[in-house]
Structure formats: structure tokens, C-alpha cells
């Protein structure tokens, strides 16, 4: 089945619908199942003064206003046709919403919300989110666990009957795989209220695949990671996302993974039949064993392969002191019925 992967175009589009169309097709031919943007203006979102907290060396802007100020929009008839192409592409429609004023403007475009780490503490947010009654996904970046809980419990509180799903993230971009802090799930699972978990990725690939199927190794449902067409475009997106190739990878390797993980014991012993029929043992005769004798550890030694109509290596103990009916030579199968065996 694979995990629901969202691919975060966020704000690569560079403002080009055209662009924004090619995204889309290109994660739903993929295997995303939903392509993701990011809403905001630079005015609602940071302050005049707001140091930047992404690697410099990749995006140089110095300031998130500025930098939010380059890439914002806010355009409904943007989104509009964003939505509709995804729509005819067979890919969920998703966008972030960083303030309150474009949530009321752009929330009808969208069956699933999607909450920022960095908006996890802001409640003026939540609230309005969770007084629209759809599914709600919170990333948990840059939080600890208890206030988790209580970002959970207060949209609980506004809507009790809420979806909640949590996903694990870094706050930083790029993410350093040994950073990656995936033991944190188990953490998250044990948050109350929450209908399921994810991971929303910030490593750069190549080692982002492997700690998206690491993830997924730990049972998670979810997964987002930031798309684009190519890792080489300006912008403080692009160089850690990944790229079509980089999703079509993925989803093979999650198949691959998911098949591994599939357990059906009639399955799982019919795969083995050789096995079991040439690796498992039997009971031989260790030396000549003559009519009427008595069974004893020294006669025996448990041999491949097994056989049908032999008696199993984990009778061996069962037949020790049984009488024998007829002569065995060294070598030889024993079989229950060349011995007296009355159970």
C-alpha cells in the first residue's frame, strides 16, 4: 500500500503557475498522493527583524521577512488553478496556511489541513483550523513532547471529534541525517488523541530516501518531503527536496520494504518447503542397532534430510528406551513403525 506521501511543493513554484502545473503532474506520475503549498504573506508571518535559521551557503538571504517577501503568495486564483489540476491529475489538493486571513480565504480548496511546526504554539492558528471540522496533519518540529500533548489537547478541546495526525520533524534545512532523531516516533505514538503518525523530512538526498525508508521501517503512515523539478534552483527548497527520480526510488524501495515486512505464516513456510524438507533432520541409526533392543541416546543421531516417513530430530528424546521391532543398520531411516511406540 505505501505510505501517504505528500509532496511539499511548498513554495518552489516560483510564483509560475505553469511551473506549479508541472510539479503537480510530475509527483502524481511519482506516486504522490498529495501535492502540498505553502500560503502566507511576509507581513503575517515574521517580523522586520527575523534571522534567517536555514544553511546560508545554499539560500543567502539573510532575513526570513525578506525571504518570505520574495516567495509569498497570496493570490486565491493561484490556488484555485492549483487545485484544479490537481483535481484532474488524481493528487489531494493540500496547502499550509500561516495566518488566519488566508486560511478563511483559501481553506474551501482543501479536504486536509496541514499545520507547520513553526505555527505548533500558535494557538490564534489552531483554533480557527480546528473550528473547520476536517482532518488536521501538525508537524512537531522544534517541540518537545509534552507540548505536543497540549497543542493536541487544545484543538481537542475546540473540536473533540477532530482527526489528528502527528508528524515527526527537524527544524532545519537541511536536516543532518545523523540528526534525523528517529527513535522520536516512539515518542509520538504515545501522544493522546492522535488518530496517526508520520515523518515530514528535511534531509537532503541522497541520504533523505534512506531516512524516509528508515521511517517507514518504523511503521510510520505518513510522509512528507519537500519536491522539486530540479535540486539546482535558487531557492531555500529545493537543494534538500526531492526531485521525481528521487520519488520514483523511493516508492520502489518502500515496495520493497513493505513486501519484506509481510508476514502470513502459511506463506512464510511455503516459501521454505526445500528447507524444510532437505535442511531440517530426521533420526538415523549412529551404529547397527539388532531386534528387540532397547533405544539408547548412543544409538541415535539426528541427520538431514528430513523425511516424511521418518520420525523428527525433535522426537529424539520420545524414543529413547523404545524397543526396536527388527533390525537397523547404521545409516539407516528410523521409522515409528520399526519401533514399538505407543503414543
Known amino acids: 500500500m505505501g505510505a501517504f506521501f505528500i509532496a511539499e511543493i511548498g513554495v518552489n513554484h516560483c510564483g509560475s503557475e505553469d511551473i506549479g502545473k508541472t510539479m503537480i ?20 508571518i515574521a517580523a522586520k527583524y527575523s534571522p534567517a535559521y536555514w544553511d546560508l551557503s545554499e539560500e543567502p538571504t539573510e532575513s526570513q521577512y525578506d525571504l518570505f517577501r520574495k516567495h509569498q503568495m497570496n493570490k486565491v486564483d ?35 489541513h496541514k499545520i507547520s511546526s513553526s505555527d505548533l504554539t500558535n494557538y490564534q492558528l489552531l483554533s480557527v483550523v480546528a473550528s473547520d471540522n476536517k482532518p488536521i ?27 489528528i495526525s502527528i508528524l ?29 503518525y508520520g515523518y515530514s523530512c528535511h534531509v537532503a538526498v541522497p541520504e533523505g530516501i534512506d531516512i524516509c525508508i528508515a521511517a517507514r521501517c518504523k511503521g510510520v503512515e505518513i510522509i512528507e518531503k519537500h519536491f522539486t523539478l530540479c535540486n539546482g534552483f535558487s531557492g531555500n527548497d529545493h537543494y534538500h527536496a526531492f526531485t521525481f527520480e528521487n520519488l520514483i526510488e523511493f516508492r520502489k524501495r518502500e515496495l520493497l520494504i513493505d513486501e ?20 531440517l533432520r530426521s533420526i538415523y541409526a549412529k551404529r547397527d542397532i539388532k531386534k528387540g533392543s532397547f533405544l539408547i541416546e548412543e544409538d541415535l543421531i539426528p541427520l538431514r534430510p528430513r523425511s516424511s516417513k521418518g520420525i523428527p530430530a525433535n ?29
Open 260 to 279: 519484506a515486512s509481510n508476514y502470513k505464516q502459511e506463506v512464510f513456510l511455503s516459501n521454505q518447503q526445500k528447507a524444510i524438507d532437505n535442511a
Open 315 to 343: 522426537l529424539f528424546f520420545d524414543i529413547i528406551g523404545k524397543q526396536v521391532k527388527c533390525s537397523i543398520n547404521k545409516g539407516q531411516l528410523l521409522e515409528l513403525s520399526s519401533i514399538y511406540y505407543d503414543d
Open 25 to 44: 503532474k510530475a509527483a502524481s506520475r511519482g506516486g504522490a498522493n498529495a501535492a502540498k503549498f505553502q500560503a502566507y504573506t511576509a507581513d503575517k
Open 137 to 163: 496533519i501538525l508537524s512537531t518540529g522544534a517541540a518537545d513532547i509534552d507540548e505536543v500533548q497540549k497543542a493536541v489537547d487544545f484543538l481537542l478541546a475546540i473540536n473533540s471529534g477532530l482527526r
Open 168 to 196: 515527526h520533524c527537524v527544524l532545519n534545512y537541511p536536516c543532518k541525517p545523523e540528526n534525523s532523531a528517529l527513535n522520536r516516533l516512539e515518542q509520538l505514538k504515545s501522544v493522546k488523541g492522535i488518530y496517526n
Open 78 to 112: 493561484f490556488y484555485e488553478s492549483m487545485a484544479q489540476c490537481c483535481k484532474s491529475n488524481n493528487i489531494e489538493f493540500m496547502c499550509t496556511f500561516f495566518d488566519v486571513e488566508i486560511f478563511h480565504e483559501l481553506k474551501h480548496l482543501v479536504k486536509t
